[in-house]
């Protein structure tokens, strides 16, 4: 609870225009040592996103773009963009998001703090804490999920109340009131209702575990729409904490969901580095002509390197749909995974309600609340796509 505490406090700068206010020691004999700045490279990017680094300057998001802290990274409708950061951790941006790098650095003993924003939509990760102390933390607009080890998912929608979702390993999920963020310990401890509120959004933190969900209530995000302490009523604000509990729910991924965390492309660490050289050497303004030939040819066997892998990983999983077929008790529960359900006609009159897996060697590979079935194509009279717009489950 306390190192959560302290990361909330410490995000506090991610939405004050990223200035740190130092106070000063009593004695000072020797400077302390600033931690060494990171970097995060792209390692997959399809479709339409563009980085927006924090000295102005915009590119488009490609295989080898650097990103550090103060950077940000936004996905058009069909973009997808796959981080991977110093320490082996990697996530995915969803299309329609914008991610802010607050912080990717690290201390003296090799301990990283690796801080990023879902200003909006959606993101992916698999975590990899190398030591207990690392940090990995996702803030939103009104919630926060400190990451303990684990592949996980955050939805933030733009006015509406951040989602997480953990796969593996567990996340410290907590709401957010950014007006006391913005307060010392010392202003803070001064005012009873102050203290009072902080301890009440201290104590609302609930630990996700595998398989587990949360989502905030609208009442609890709305404690994150006050600009400055003087607007905020304490009153109000103290008792919707104390009401407004984070629920602790069943986490159901759906299939675009789960096939996302599963495909998260990751690199071992020398690919990494040549990626990162490659990228830097590319921005040099006296490469010869043959010479940039070069970088983009081993760029190019890079990239189709890793959507080769990309491509792998996606046919496993999709072969997995029907080879380990997840238990359905109903078409709700089929229509709640696909997010989709399919009407098959048969040409003897008779119907089979599921969702289409695959079609292949001539038959359709259909999900139904009863199991996997293969219907041949000679079979089929018609197919009626999205059925869950036509009927209700």
């Not at 931690?35 to 792209?42: E, H, W």
């Not at 680094?53 to 990274?73: C, F, I, P, W, Y």
């Not at 607007?231 to 986490?251: G, M, R, Y």
């Amino acid at each position: 609870m306390k190192a959560s505490k302290l990361t909330i406090i410490g995000l506090a700068i991610l939405f004050t225009g990223l200035t740190v206010c130092k106070k000063p020691d009593a004695e000072v004999t020797e400077a302390p040592k600033k931690p060494a700045d990171l970097s995060a490279v792209v390692v997959f990017a399809v479709g339409d996103s563009k980085i927006q680094h924090a000295d102005q300057t915009e590119e488009k998001a490609q295989l080898g773009s650097l990103l550090k802290t103060g950077d940000n990274v936004v996905t058009g409708d069909n973009g997808k963009v796959d981080i991977q950061f110093a320490d082996g951790s990697s996530i995915r941006i969803s299309p329609k998001s914008a991610i802010d790098f607050a912080r990717l650095s690290q201390d003296n003993a090799g301990t990283t703090d690796t801080q990023i924003a879902l200003v909006s939509g959606k993101v992916f990760a698999k975590v990899n804490k190398a030591k207990k102390e690392d940090n990995f933390t996702v803030v939103t607009p009104t919630a926060i999920a400190g990451v303990r080890g684990t592949s996980f998912i955050v939805e933030s929608a733009e006015g509406k109340p951040a989602k997480v979702k953990v796969v593996e390993g567990s996340v410290a999920f907590a709401p957010r009131v950014p007006a006391l963020e913005k307060l010392s310990e010392e202003e803070i401890s001064k005012n009873g209702d102050l203290k009072k509120l902080q301890e009440s959004i201290a104590k609302a933190e609930v630990i996700l575990e595998k398989d587990q969900a949360s989502t905030q209530s609208a009442k609890s995000a709305e404690l994150a729409k006050s600009a400055d302490i003087q607007s905020l009523d304490l009153s109000k604000a103290f008792k919707t904490s104390e009401k407004e509990k984070l629920v602790v729910e069943s986490a159901k991924l759906t299939k675009n969901e789960e096939q996302e965390i599963k495909t998260i492309v990751t690199v071992d660490k020398q690919t990494a580095q040549e990626i990162v050289k490659l990228s830097e050497s590319a921005q040099t303004e006296k490469l010869d002509e043959l010479k940039k030939q070069e970088i983009d040819t081993k760029k190019h066997e890079i990239e189709k390197e890793v959507a080769k892998r990309q491509e792998e990983e996606k046919k496993k999983f999709e072969d997995s749909l029907a080879s380990q077929p997840k238990d359905f008790k109903s078409k709700k529960d089929i229509v709640n995974y696909y997010e989709r359900i399919e009407k098959i006609v048969l040409v003897d009159g008779k119907t089979v309600i599921g969702a289409i897996i695959n079609q292949e060697n001539g038959q359709l590979i259909v999900h139904t609340e009863n199991g996997v079935k293969k219907i041949d194509m000679d079979n089929v009279e018609e197919v009626i796509y999205d059925l869950q717009q036509k009927s209700k489950f």
